[in-house]
């Protein structure tokens, strides 16, 4: 999603003073016109939360869930307060009291999406190198491999973790103590506000939305703000309480639909915010994936003969028509730029399994 924020402009600012140099400045009144920095564009890249996993006694394992958010561009970005939500109803098949009579989501056209159960967050500033990722551990920044063979190592000190059991979220197999490399500034709060004592992310078709809480914001105060309630479905009630969060703090947004449900599915975000919708499946070691933007990937000159092509990882029917394999493009050198059209039909594929494996 192309928005821009005040403390991503500060990052760009920040990049474009430390890249010049006495030679590159135009002198003053030379009539040169000075160029202008590339901004910081955070997306979500990878989302792998439907389980699939076996443990060493060949028993279900679903306790590894993550994502990566990924900065799509050229300039570091810098973020504080950077937040996690997901929008009701959990699944896109199930019923949708959020529809009015003319089959319109009814805050379609509002300033603002809800968010249901609780919303993650990081108080600290997080920083994201060019074209690199900030992995996020919804559940246990641990090595799940030691349990479950074919899950992901998250234990390394750059990953993010959600980890706040002061906040309600206390479910010891879902938040277990991260590993003792991860520093405590990657931990994430909680605003929780709904029921449970875990964040209920759907592992059948989630919606995720990435955004950031603005500066100066009591954000504990503010999800409990009437003003700032809505009801999921107009039932007043703790399970359906619901945050608004206004979209003018949104950076990116993916609504899925399950596979096998597809035909049976409603939007949930908000169609100004993501036009489409991904594939998601739950019980496979599936990741929903960004499709490359070719064009914007072969025009960066370094990348010459570092990007790998065939790629053969998309599955259920889905695919990436730029051809290149991402994940052994970055391994190869290469910086990537992915499609980022606020239209998730368009911007993803099923991939077989987390790049990072």
Same mark, same amino acid.
């Given at each position: ?170 479910? #010891? ?6 590993? !003792? *490399?991860?520093?405590?500034? &990657? /931990?994430?709060? @909680? ?104 064009? #914007? ?6 990348? !010459? *003969?570092?990007?790998?092509? &065939? /790629?053969?990882? @998309? ?43």
């Amino acid at each position: 999603m192309k928005k821009m924020n005040y403390l991503m402009l500060a990052a760009a600012m920040m990049a474009g003073l430390a890249s010049c140099t006495n030679e590159s400045n135009p002198t003053p009144g030379s009539g040169a016109v000075e160029p202008v920095a590339e901004e910081p564009s955070l997306i979500i890249k990878e989302i792998n939360v439907g389980g699939g996993f076996k443990t060493t006694a060949n028993k279900s394992y679903s306790w590894c869930k993550g994502m990566i958010v990924y900065n799509n561009s050229g300039v570091p970005a810098m973020m504080k307060n950077l937040a996690i939500g997901t929008v009701p109803p959990s699944n896109a098949h199930a019923n949708n009291g959020n529809y009015d009579e003319n089959g319109k989501l009814v805050y379609e056209n509002e300033d603002w999406i809800p968010m249901i159960y609780g919303i993650w967050y990081n108080p600290n500033t997080v920083s994201i190198a060019p074209y690199s990722d900030m992995v996020l551990a919804i559940n246990g920044a641990i090595d799940h491999t030691q349990l479950a063979p074919e899950a992901f190592d998250l234990s390394a000190s750059t990953v993010q973790a959600m980890y706040d059991p002061e906040s309600g979220y206390n479910n #010891a197999n879902a938040y277990p103590q991260p590993a !003792a *490399g991860i520093p405590a500034t &990657n /931990y994430w709060k @909680a605003a929780a506000f709904g029921l449970g004592n875990a964040w209920a992310v759907s592992v059948m078709c989630p919606t995720l939305v990435l955004f950031q809480i603005p500066e100066g914001v009591d954000f504990a105060a503010y999800c409990k703000d009437a003003a700032n309630c809505y009801y999921d479905g107009g039932k007043e009630t703790a399970a359906n309480y619901c945050v608004k969060i206004p979209k003018a703090w949104v950076i990116d947004a993916v609504e899925t639909y399950r596979t096998t449900m597809v035909a049976d599915s409603k939007k949930r975000i908000s169609s100004d915010l993501d036009a489409g919708y991904a594939l998601y499946n739950s019980n496979k070691l599936y990741s929903a994936y960004r499709n490359v933007n070719k064009q #914007a990937t072969e025009a960066i000159a370094d990348n !010459a *003969g570092k990007l790998v092509y &065939n /790629y053969d990882q @998309a599955v259920e029917g889905t695919q990436d028509a730029s051809g290149i394999d991402a994940a052994a493009s970055i391994k190869n050198g290469a910086k990537i730029v992915y499609m980022d059209t606020n239209n998730s039909t368009a911007d993803f594929h099923l991939r077989k399994a987390w790049s990072l494996k």
